[in-house]
């Protein structure tokens, strides 16, 4: 009993295989995954995807954020950046939050749509530096 | 009749540029492999893309807080026309296709009392349309110097698109792009993006097939479309580098050919020349012996 689980970025099929339970971070909370899960299409924020077998996690994915349909039969993540959390470097996470705090301080200051924006990847840049320090 | 020593020149010079002609032939082949490849590789992506599409706009169909986007602003005034064309030349006619192909769509735009902008991608369509519709372009892009079109660089001209959308400057969008059909063939194509065409193929019941939300419907579409539209003109870039590589193999495959038939005729007339010469000179040597 397994889904299937694929993972595309835009350039390209990133994973393809069948796992027995993958953990999603979808915007409202992480979701687990599991044959047979109901139709869902859902947002994804920054953080890690864990695939599981039997109650042991194999692999462990960062990303930075996209979109995930789910189905009964299978699990599509579409995202525009994947890392194997153990190539989530330090020094490029931290790069990146200060980025994105700079670039919130900006748009705080700007309007909500703005804001919301950025407020978008400063909590994926969180969720680097997260993934980094467990790596 | 030209001398020998200017047909030597000639063969010469001909021969060396069939040897250019012949080596861009052998790098446009390899490069066409590799953007052939990535057009492959980008095809997933897109395929799942537009089924979480059809499946939301499904949903939200006739709402009339559907976002722009999708179902336009709701006018049909401004048309934004993006021509999408190569950086470099010797690909034959691909970069003029592209021109007159947005030329004639601008000028029967106009005619219907519409008002067109203009934005190019590629040196070549910037430098054609400048010519007579300098006034309409808007802005250009181009990936002179770049080796592969990165995901990056499209979402950059779909945020252009969306900037504008949103700021009410567009009411319609469309892409004019070479499609790839084949090594020989690309065909012109102008697909609209904005607003986006109702899917085709499945009926709008059985693609939003009782799926939940989360967060809500427009929350996604909101998110979706924008990424949607990147892909549409990733696509479209790979299309226009994978068109671009095969009408430049194409062109100068003809190109290495007929110079090799021009060397085979002024060969052939080089030759005549020489014993053209040997005649006359035996004929003097023959004459001014019968003279003594």
Redesign the interface.
Known sequence: MAVSL?I??????LLSRSVDMVVIP???GDMGVLKGH??????LRGGTIALYEGDRITDKLFVSGG?A?VTTERC?V?A?EVLPVAEVSRAAADKRLSDAEAAYTIAAKQGTAAEDAALVSLQSARAMVEAASAA | MPSLKALRTRIASVKSTQKITSAMKMVAASKLRRAQQQAEAARPYAERMDRMVSALSASVAGSPTAPQLLIGTGRDKVHLLIAVTADRGLAGAFNTNIGRATRLLARQLEAEGKTVKILTVGRKGRDYLRRELASRLIDGVTFAGKRRIDFNDAEGISTTITTMLAAGEIDVATLVYNKFKSVIAQEVTQQQIIPAPPPEGQTAEASSAGYDYEPDEETILAQLLPQALAIQVYRALLESAAGEHGARMTAMDNATRNAGDMIKRLTQNYNRARQANITKELIEIISGAEAV
């Open positions: 694929e595309v970025s835009p350039e390209k099929l979808a915007a409202e109901s139709p869902m299409i859902v947002t979109f349909e599509t579409l525009t």
